[in-house]
C-alpha cells in the first residue's frame, strides 16, 4: 500500500473504532506519542476486537493469535493530552492468518495521524502450529464482519 493512500485514510474507511484516552507517559522527549505507544494501541484495539466480537478468550480459547509482523506509518504528531479513536478493519483474512490495519484518528479530525499494520496466525494454543482446518468458526466470523471489500484496498 502506498504512503500517499494510507495518509487518505479517513474514519469512514474502518469498521470499529475504541477509545483511548492519552497519557502524561505516552509522551516522549519530544512532547509526542512515544512510537512504541502506538504498538501497544494497536495491540488493545486488535484484542478488544477478538474478544467482543470474535468470542476469544485469551487464557483459556484453543487457538491464540501470535504476531508475525507490524508496522505504522506516522503523518501527524499526537501528544498528551488527546482523545483518540483507533480504528480497525480487516485487509486480508486467510485460512489460519489475518491482516489488520489500524487508523489512529484524534477525536473530532478525520485525517489519519497514523496508519499500521498487524499480522497474527492463529495457532493451536499447546502445539504454536496453525490448526490443519485454520482459525475456529466463531473467530472468522466475527473478523469477516470488519473485513474491507478489496476494491478499496
Known amino acids: 500500500m502506498s504512503h500517499d493512500a494510507l ?15 492519552t497519557r502524561w507517559s505516552d509522551n516522549d522527549m519530544y512532547h509526542h506519542l512515544n512510537n512504541s505507544v502506538y504498538y501497544y ?12 466480537h470474535c ?13 508475525v509482523h507490524s508496522h505504522c506509518d506516522y503523518f501527524a504528531p499526537t501528544e ?4 483518540v479513536d483507533l480504528a480497525l478493519r480487516v485487509n486480508k483474512l486467510g485460512k489460519s492468518s489475518v ?24 495457532v493451536d494454543r499447546d502445539s504454536r502450529k496453525p490448526a490443519k482446518a485454520g ?11 470488519i473485513q474491507t471489500d478489496k476494491s478499496k484496498l
Open 55 to 67: 468470542s476469544l478468550h485469551p487464557p483459556t480459547s484453543s487457538q491464540i493469535g501470535l504476531v
Open 7 to 21: 495518509k487518505g485514510r479517513l474514519r469512514s474507511d474502518y469498521k470499529f473504532q475504541l477509545e483511548y484516552r
Open 99 to 122: 491482516t489488520y490495519e489500524i487508523g489512529v484518528f484524534e477525536r473530532g479530525q478525520d485525517e489519519a495521524r497514523a496508519v499500521g499494520e498487524f499480522v497474527h496466525v492463529f
Open 41 to 52: 494501541l494497536f495491540d488493545s484495539v486488535v484484542n478488544t476486537y477478538l474478544i467482543r
Open 135 to 145: 482459525m475456529i468458526e466463531e473467530l472468522r466470523a466475527g473478523l469477516q464482519k
Open 80 to 83: 498528551f493530552p488527546a482523545v
